[in-house]
């Protein structure tokens, strides 16, 4: 299990505030305590929800062009490398602002919490690749057992 509190309810599964009290004052909370940020910060939502509606884009907002996008400006990230490991930094930033925007855009048309489905996430893929068998690994969670 990935975090567990006392009550050995998941952590993924609560809200950002209670994993936020559960933290206060534990080694997580000292170590990272950007983890209790909410993610995206308030004011990065604010500027993207006054961007667009400025614009009067939300219209164009379905989760399907905004999943769309996200693939589109995904290759566009991955263009970057293409021929290249030396990337130009400022583009790789670039490009990664619009998949994070986009996957923004995405979450709050649908409705979830983005730490919430992170956290979810990242408790399933613990599962799939335990330390004991992943560590220094990158072979797929179906072929571990196997070797
Ligand atoms: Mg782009």
Redesign the pocket.
Known sequence: MLLKTSASVPIATRSFSSIQSTLAGTWLNVVTPCYLLPMPSDATKEALRAFVAARDWDQFHTPENLAKSIA??AS??LECYQWTSTPDQQRVE??L???VTYCIHLANKLGVDLDDIVMRKLESTAKKYPVELAKGRMTKYTELSKE
């Open positions: 589109i400006e566009e990230l670039e490009e602002a619009d998949v």
